[in-house]
């Protein structure tokens, strides 16, 4: 069984300073990781996604995330927060044969001025 | 182009009313999902289709019924709706080719039960 983990329920910056996003996964095959944004009232879009190829993925927005296979990890990063990056965050894995996602619970991003 | 739509936005059920929550994709996508969203919980799969008249269970899917019977409309039904089925309702879809595919989300349909 496959799960995501999301540490950090509200995480809170001032504009201009590092986000820091964490993810960890357990998965028992090699998984497909993906971040998606979700904005007030809006759908999910997907920010980035880790396919097995470069371990360092770049995203919209300015972010990225590095898939670390010894740490189980997949965080996000942004090097310098603006105003319109607050929203929920959502860590997902999948892996090959199985279409749908598993999400992790969700990051809310508050940047403060 | 108007990708991934749901209707209605929102609606509020009485205990036991049926409903039906229509979701539609225009980029031909073989692949659709239904997920509900819950304070805390993600997202969480109720049901989902791999292709025209193909359905499967997901996550959680007591108390509500599907269908494909068209491509690129994905039906999720509540027969007899109850207070635990208050939440979000968010229809995603993917192309089938490659791996792994991009899900593309609808806005999301607020369903509240009393």
């Known amino acids: 069984a496959q799960s995501v983990t999301q540490l950090g329920s509200h995480v809170s910056v001032s504009e201009g300073a590092l986000v820091l996003l964490r993810c960890n996964y357990s998965?028992?095959?090699?998984?497909?990781l993906f971040w998606y944004v979700q904005y007030p009232n809006q759908g999910l879009q997907l920010l980035l996604k880790?396919?097995?190829?470069?371990?360092l993925v770049k995203g919209i927005n300015g972010f990225e995330a590095e898939f670390k296979k010894s740490e189980t990890s997949f965080h996000l990063t942004k090097p310098s927060a603006h105003m319109s990056d607050a929203a929920e965050y959502f860590c997902?894995?999948?892996?090959?044969?199985?279409?749908?996602?598993?999400f992790g619970s969700g990051t809310r991003l508050q940047v403060q001025p | 182009n108007a990708g991934v739509t749901q209707t209605p936005k929102f609606r509020v059920l009485k205990t036991g009313q049926s409903m039906t929550l229509l979701c539609a994709q225009d980029?031909?996508?073989?692949?659709m999902y239904w997920y509900r969203q819950d304070p805390g919980m993600g997202l969480r799969l109720i049901h989902y289709?791999?292709?025209?008249?193909?359905?499967a269970k997901g996550e959680v899917p007591d108390g509500y019924n599907v269908s494909r019977l068209k491509k690129q409309n994905f039906l999720l039904g509540l027969e007899s709706a109850a207070p635990s089925q208050t939440s979000v309702y968010f229809c995603?879809?993917?192309?089938?080719?490659?791996?792994?595919?991009?899900?593309?989300f609808g806005p999301g349909t607020r369903l509240t039960v009393l």
């Open positions: 880790y396919t097995s190829a470069a371990t």
């Open positions: 998965s028992s095959v090699p998984p497909y």
């Open positions: 289709s791999v292709g025209e008249g193909t359905t």
């Open positions: 997902a894995v999948s892996y090959t044969g199985r279409r749908a996602l598993t």
């Open positions: 995603a879809s993917s192309a089938s080719a490659g791996s792994p595919d991009t899900q593309y």
């Open positions: 980029m031909n996508h073989e692949y």
